[in-house]
């Protein structure tokens, strides 16, 4: 099951665009607990303004000021791609760019 129905319907709630399509399978009893914009990342202390996918221990960082740590690698690009976050209580994942990405909150 894609999630672009859920996050056409997160888009009509929250008056973004739905632009990102992922597998929901992998999110089944979780909660969608944010949309954000990806506005760059910080690697080995440097801060890039892209979205070239995740690293292990890449920090995204998001247009709200907040940030997420990448807890695998998956390679993307996108121009300030939409983050629909999902969580289980413990864990984070993220569809970015339409690929579910695992995350860990920074600490």
Known sequence: MKVAALIATAALLTGASARAECDL?????????????VEGYVEDGKKEDS????????????????????????????????????????????CIDDDMIDLRRLR
């Open 51 to 94: 979205y070239e996918g995740c690293d292990y221990d890449r920090v995204l960082i998001f247009t709200d000021d907040t940030a997420v740590r990448c807890a695998e690698y998956h390679y993307s690009y996108a121009y300030r791609p939409e983050a629909y976050i999902f969580s289980d209580g413990t864990l984070l994942k993220a």
């Open 25 to 37: 399978g992998e999110v089944v009893g979780w909660t969608l607990i944010a949309e954000k914009t």
